[in-house]
């Protein structure tokens, strides 16, 4: 049975640098036989995250159907962008809603615990968004998510790109599928499937 890798961008832009990104990683995953869904968190109309919301209202439907998503995939792979030194707000009330608890009561985290993860990012400037990797870092660690030790970084992204599927540095774009087809890896071993 194939390793299932849901592969989810801190960012919804148009023309998105993490999106090409986190394809490439995506590419390199799904050749070593993962099978990988690719899902845009701007598809999911989650509410900005609120105790007094979801004490009156529940856990809304939108973010029942992200839970479903994690339920369903055994890894993730995430870029993300760097926003101010941390990662986006919608990738962090995406995971919060997640955590939330389940429809059969059950937590939220289990949904995050134990899964492998890999993260990559993105930015037009020099550290190709590594902060928000280390930020990320720790929030899935709390999560009990096993971030992967391959990780990318893309800095000067504005002018990494050649066509719409290609890096121009053949070497980084190894470096990059190569995040992917260790994630599928770790992923495998994790849940036996490997
Ligand atoms: C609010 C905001 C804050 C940003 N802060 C940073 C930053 O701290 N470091 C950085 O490298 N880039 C920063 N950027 C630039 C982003 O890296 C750049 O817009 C990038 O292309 C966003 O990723 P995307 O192309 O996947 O949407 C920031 C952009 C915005 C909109």
Known sequence: MSIRILAVSGSSRRGSLNQKLLDIAAYGA?????????IRL???????????????QGVPAEARRLQREFAGHDALLIATPEYNGGYTAMLKNALDWVSRPQEDGTSGVALLAGKAAALLSASPGPLGGLRSQLALRTVLDKLGVVVI???????TAHEAFEGETGLR???????????GVALSRTAGRLSNKG
Do not use: H
Request: net charge negative; charged share 30%; glycine share 10%.
């Open 30 to 38: 799904r050749d070593a036989g993962a099978v990988v869904t690719s």
């Open 149 to 155: 030790p391959d990780a990318f970084a893309l800095g």
């Open 169 to 179: 540095d053949k070497g980084a774009e190894k470096a990059i599928i190569q995040v």
């Open 42 to 56: 701007a598809d999911y109309a989650l509410p900005l995250y609120d105790g007094d919301n979801e004490a009156e």
